[in-house]
T-cell receptor
Protein backbone atom coordinates (compact mmCIF):
# COMPACT_ATOMS: atom_id res chain seq x y z
CA UNK A 1 0.00 0.00 0.00
CA UNK A 2 0.82 3.75 -0.09
CA UNK A 3 2.23 3.83 -3.59
CA UNK A 4 3.09 7.08 -5.33
CA UNK A 5 3.89 7.32 -9.01
CA UNK A 6 5.54 10.04 -11.03
CA UNK A 7 5.49 10.67 -14.73
CA UNK A 8 7.64 11.05 -16.68
CA UNK A 9 10.64 9.36 -15.10
CA UNK A 10 12.97 11.43 -17.21
CA UNK A 11 12.53 14.26 -19.67
CA UNK A 12 14.80 16.27 -21.92
CA UNK A 13 13.59 19.61 -23.19
CA UNK A 14 14.87 22.69 -24.93
CA UNK A 15 15.57 25.88 -23.07
CA UNK A 16 12.49 28.12 -22.95
CA UNK A 17 9.92 25.36 -23.09
CA UNK A 18 7.65 24.20 -20.26
CA UNK A 19 7.60 20.77 -18.72
CA UNK A 20 4.83 19.18 -16.65
CA UNK A 21 5.49 16.46 -14.09
CA UNK A 22 2.64 14.43 -12.64
CA UNK A 23 2.50 12.91 -9.18
CA UNK A 24 -0.22 10.41 -8.35
CA UNK A 25 -1.16 8.56 -5.19
CA UNK A 26 -2.30 5.19 -6.51
CA UNK A 27 -4.00 3.53 -3.54
CA UNK A 28 -4.88 6.36 -1.19
CA UNK A 29 -6.17 9.89 -1.23
CA UNK A 30 -3.81 12.69 -0.32
CA UNK A 31 -4.95 16.14 0.65
CA UNK A 32 -1.31 17.18 0.96
CA UNK A 33 1.48 16.50 -1.48
CA UNK A 34 5.00 17.86 -1.56
CA UNK A 35 7.49 18.71 -4.26
CA UNK A 36 11.22 18.42 -3.71
CA UNK A 37 14.31 19.08 -5.70
CA UNK A 38 17.47 17.11 -5.16
CA UNK A 39 20.93 18.06 -6.32
CA UNK A 40 23.62 15.40 -6.77
CA UNK A 41 24.96 13.99 -3.53
CA UNK A 42 22.64 16.19 -1.48
CA UNK A 43 19.55 15.86 0.62
CA UNK A 44 16.11 16.83 -0.57
CA UNK A 45 15.13 20.48 -0.75
CA UNK A 46 11.44 21.16 -0.21
CA UNK A 47 10.08 23.42 -2.92
CA UNK A 48 6.41 23.61 -2.06
CA UNK A 49 3.50 22.06 -0.26
CA UNK A 50 0.52 21.28 -2.44
CA UNK A 51 -2.92 21.24 -0.85
CA UNK A 52 -5.91 19.84 -2.69
CA UNK A 53 -8.30 22.56 -3.73
CA UNK A 54 -6.16 25.46 -2.61
CA UNK A 55 -3.03 27.32 -3.55
CA UNK A 56 0.33 25.75 -2.98
CA UNK A 57 2.64 27.05 -0.28
CA UNK A 58 6.10 27.76 -1.61
CA UNK A 59 9.32 27.69 0.37
CA UNK A 60 11.44 30.79 0.59
CA UNK A 61 13.44 31.37 -2.56
CA UNK A 62 11.26 29.22 -4.83
CA UNK A 63 9.67 31.19 -7.65
CA UNK A 64 5.98 30.37 -7.70
CA UNK A 65 5.55 31.73 -11.23
CA UNK A 66 8.28 29.48 -12.50
CA UNK A 67 7.25 26.32 -10.69
CA UNK A 68 3.49 26.09 -11.07
CA UNK A 69 1.77 23.57 -8.84
CA UNK A 70 -1.76 22.30 -9.26
CA UNK A 71 -3.50 19.86 -6.93
CA UNK A 72 -6.88 19.50 -8.52
CA UNK A 73 -7.81 16.12 -7.11
CA UNK A 74 -7.05 14.00 -4.08
CA UNK A 75 -4.81 11.72 -6.12
CA UNK A 76 -3.01 14.06 -8.50
CA UNK A 77 -0.63 16.97 -8.17
CA UNK A 78 1.31 18.48 -11.04
CA UNK A 79 4.46 20.56 -11.18
CA UNK A 80 5.03 22.64 -14.30
CA UNK A 81 8.47 24.11 -14.84
CA UNK A 82 7.80 27.13 -17.03
CA UNK A 83 10.34 28.59 -19.43
CA UNK A 84 12.88 26.02 -18.34
CA UNK A 85 16.57 26.87 -18.39
CA UNK A 86 19.65 24.67 -17.98
CA UNK A 87 19.92 25.62 -14.31
CA UNK A 88 16.52 23.99 -13.74
CA UNK A 89 18.03 20.63 -14.66
CA UNK A 90 17.67 18.47 -11.58
CA UNK A 91 15.97 15.50 -9.97
CA UNK A 92 12.43 16.35 -8.88
CA UNK A 93 10.67 14.14 -6.35
CA UNK A 94 7.11 14.33 -5.12
CA UNK A 95 5.57 12.82 -2.03
CA UNK A 96 2.06 12.36 -0.71
CA UNK A 97 0.92 12.47 2.87
CA UNK A 98 -0.96 9.49 4.32
CA UNK A 99 -1.46 8.63 8.00
CA UNK A 100 1.15 11.11 9.25
CA UNK A 101 3.73 9.73 6.82
CA UNK A 102 5.10 10.96 3.51
CA UNK A 103 5.35 8.42 0.72
CA UNK A 104 7.63 9.30 -2.15
CA UNK A 105 7.43 8.91 -5.87
CA UNK A 106 10.33 7.50 -7.90
CA UNK A 107 11.46 10.92 -9.09
CA UNK A 108 11.77 12.71 -12.42
CA UNK A 109 15.10 13.54 -13.99
CA UNK A 110 14.84 16.81 -15.92
CA UNK A 111 17.53 17.85 -18.35
CA UNK A 112 17.19 21.23 -20.02
CA UNK A 113 19.39 21.77 -23.06
CA UNK B 1 18.07 25.97 16.01
CA UNK B 2 15.92 23.01 15.09
CA UNK B 3 17.87 20.44 13.14
CA UNK B 4 18.40 16.83 12.19
CA UNK B 5 21.97 15.58 12.27
CA UNK B 6 23.43 12.52 10.65
CA UNK B 7 27.03 12.64 11.81
CA UNK B 8 28.36 10.06 9.36
CA UNK B 9 28.55 11.18 5.75
CA UNK B 10 29.84 7.86 4.49
CA UNK B 11 30.05 4.40 6.03
CA UNK B 12 31.69 1.36 4.50
CA UNK B 13 30.74 -2.03 5.85
CA UNK B 14 31.54 -5.58 4.84
CA UNK B 15 28.76 -7.81 3.61
CA UNK B 16 27.41 -9.79 6.54
CA UNK B 17 28.61 -7.28 9.13
CA UNK B 18 26.35 -5.19 11.28
CA UNK B 19 25.42 -1.62 10.44
CA UNK B 20 24.42 1.31 12.62
CA UNK B 21 23.52 4.73 11.30
CA UNK B 22 23.22 7.59 13.71
CA UNK B 23 20.58 10.30 13.81
CA UNK B 24 20.11 13.07 16.33
CA UNK B 25 17.50 15.78 16.37
CA UNK B 26 17.23 19.10 18.10
CA UNK B 27 13.62 20.07 18.76
CA UNK B 28 11.68 21.16 21.80
CA UNK B 29 9.17 18.34 21.62
CA UNK B 30 9.50 14.77 20.41
CA UNK B 31 8.72 14.71 16.70
CA UNK B 32 7.60 11.89 14.51
CA UNK B 33 10.75 10.08 13.38
CA UNK B 34 11.47 8.36 10.08
CA UNK B 35 14.20 6.55 8.20
CA UNK B 36 14.13 6.47 4.42
CA UNK B 37 16.44 4.77 1.94
CA UNK B 38 17.27 5.99 -1.55
CA UNK B 39 18.95 3.93 -4.24
CA UNK B 40 20.73 5.82 -7.03
CA UNK B 41 18.30 7.56 -9.36
CA UNK B 42 15.30 6.50 -7.33
CA UNK B 43 12.83 8.04 -4.94
CA UNK B 44 12.82 7.48 -1.20
CA UNK B 45 11.46 4.31 0.36
CA UNK B 46 10.19 4.32 3.93
CA UNK B 47 12.13 1.86 6.11
CA UNK B 48 10.41 2.55 9.42
CA UNK B 49 8.85 5.21 11.58
CA UNK B 50 8.28 6.05 15.22
CA UNK B 51 5.34 7.99 16.56
CA UNK B 52 4.94 6.70 20.11
CA UNK B 53 4.96 3.52 22.19
CA UNK B 54 7.65 0.88 22.05
CA UNK B 55 10.93 2.65 21.47
CA UNK B 56 12.38 -0.21 19.39
CA UNK B 57 10.82 -0.14 15.97
CA UNK B 58 11.01 -2.87 13.37
CA UNK B 59 11.03 -1.96 9.72
CA UNK B 60 11.34 -3.51 6.32
CA UNK B 61 14.41 -5.27 4.91
CA UNK B 62 15.55 -6.37 8.37
CA UNK B 63 16.14 -2.87 9.71
CA UNK B 64 15.28 -1.65 13.17
CA UNK B 65 15.65 1.65 14.98
CA UNK B 66 15.67 2.68 18.59
CA UNK B 67 14.31 5.95 19.91
CA UNK B 68 16.17 7.31 22.91
CA UNK B 69 14.51 10.39 24.31
CA UNK B 70 17.35 11.20 26.70
CA UNK B 71 19.79 11.35 23.79
CA UNK B 72 17.39 12.81 21.21
CA UNK B 73 18.47 10.00 18.95
CA UNK B 74 16.89 7.57 16.53
CA UNK B 75 19.64 5.26 15.33
CA UNK B 76 19.08 2.73 12.57
CA UNK B 77 20.54 -0.77 12.76
CA UNK B 78 20.79 -3.94 10.75
CA UNK B 79 22.46 -7.06 12.13
CA UNK B 80 23.80 -8.35 8.83
CA UNK B 81 24.02 -6.22 5.71
CA UNK B 82 23.55 -7.43 2.18
CA UNK B 83 25.15 -5.96 -0.92
CA UNK B 84 21.72 -4.60 -1.87
CA UNK B 85 21.75 -2.38 1.22
CA UNK B 86 24.24 -0.07 -0.47
CA UNK B 87 22.32 3.19 -0.78
CA UNK B 88 21.75 6.62 0.72
CA UNK B 89 19.94 6.69 4.04
CA UNK B 90 18.02 9.69 5.31
CA UNK B 91 16.74 10.35 8.79
CA UNK B 92 13.79 12.73 8.93
CA UNK B 93 11.48 14.26 11.51
CA UNK B 94 8.02 15.80 11.32
CA UNK B 95 5.32 17.19 13.51
CA UNK B 96 1.63 17.02 12.76
CA UNK B 97 1.69 18.85 9.45
CA UNK B 98 3.46 16.13 7.41
CA UNK B 99 6.32 18.52 6.67
CA UNK B 100 9.63 16.68 6.91
CA UNK B 101 13.02 17.97 7.97
CA UNK B 102 15.79 15.78 6.63
CA UNK B 103 19.28 15.01 7.76
CA UNK B 104 22.07 15.36 5.23
CA UNK B 105 22.09 11.65 4.57
CA UNK B 106 24.58 8.82 5.04
CA UNK B 107 25.99 6.91 2.09
CA UNK B 108 26.46 3.23 2.81
CA UNK B 109 28.94 1.24 0.77
CA UNK B 110 28.99 -2.53 1.12
CA UNK B 111 32.19 -4.35 0.28
CA UNK B 112 32.30 -8.02 -0.59
Amino acid sequence: GAVVSQHPSRVICKSGTSVKIECRSLDFQATTMFWYRQFPKQSLMLMATSNEGSKATYEQGVEKDKFLINHASLTLSTLTVTSAHPEDSSFYICSAGHEETQYFGPGTRLLVL
Amino acid sequence: AQSVTQPDIHITVSEGASLELRCNYSYGATPYLFWYVQSPGQGLQLLLKYFSGDTLVQGIKGFEAEFKRSQSSFNLRKPSVHWSDAAEYFCAVAFNDYKLSFGAGTTVTVRA
